[in-house]
């Protein structure tokens, strides 16, 4: 699993409201939307992690008993009917004031920045005539999460299935008939069990 508190908060900020004055009532008619549920994830991470999500943050996240909630709202984001999903666009357009979930196989390719010397790694996927790509910090990877596996693949210039939420931030030239799209990555999770098995029988 790779997940940003920073991000988080950055697409909330930037889509919903100040996180600041972020209140959620339990069965509100806000907390079943996903403005409400990435609300509460940030709150929950927040609550619990001072500073940047890291790699033992994340394993938390996914098997700590206590971090349970954190990992059903990152479950329920996405699943939540009011974020679209891009195989589901019937134009090859993205909305910047949107969140857009995908579930395909993607290229994770590591490199250092020559900014910071810092390590990151591009995940980029191509789903409905829409390419997309962007920057992720090797920090905010689970160690148990798949991108061992994957980054593997990228090494023999082979894609790996996951799932995920994401935020466009700038449409790019358009590449012959597909528009492209950089992206920030809220979430990205392990694949569904379908397109993991179509992945596990091409290989």
Not at 5 to 33: A, F, H, N, W
Not at 50 to 68: H, P, Q, V, Y
Request: one cysteine or more; a negative charge.
């Amino acid at each position: 699993m790779y997940a940003s508190k920073g991000t988080v908060e950055q697409v909330y900020s930037e889509l919903y409201g100040d996180v600041d004055e972020l209140r959620i009532e339990s069965g509100s008619s806000l907390s079943g939307t996903a403005a409400g549920k990435l609300g509460k994830l940030w709150a929950t991470i927040s609550g619990e992690f001072s500073g940047e999500l890291t790699e033992s943050e994340i394993k938390k996240i996914n098997f700590d008993d206590d971090m349970r909630k954190a990992k059903k709202l990152a479950n329920s984001l996405m699943s939540t009917d009011d974020i679209p999903m891009l195989s589901d666009l019937s134009k090859k357009e993205l909305d910047i004031d949107q969140l857009y979930k995908f579930s395909c196989e993607v290229m994770t390719i590591p490199f250092e920045s020559e900014l910071d010397g810092e390590n990151y790694i591009k995940v980029s996927g191509t789903l409905n005539g829409i390419k997309f790509e962007g920057d992720t910090s090797v920090n905010n990877w689970g160690r148990r999460s798949h991108i061992i596996q994957s980054v593997r693949a990228a090494k023999r210039d082979e894609s790996y299935p996951y799932q995920g939420l994401m935020w466009p931030i700038k449409k790019k030239n358009d590449e012959g008939s597909k528009s492209s799209y950089d992206v920030n990555y809220v979430l990205i999770c392990g694949p569904e069990r379908e397109l993991r098995k179509e992945w596990y029988g091409s290989q």
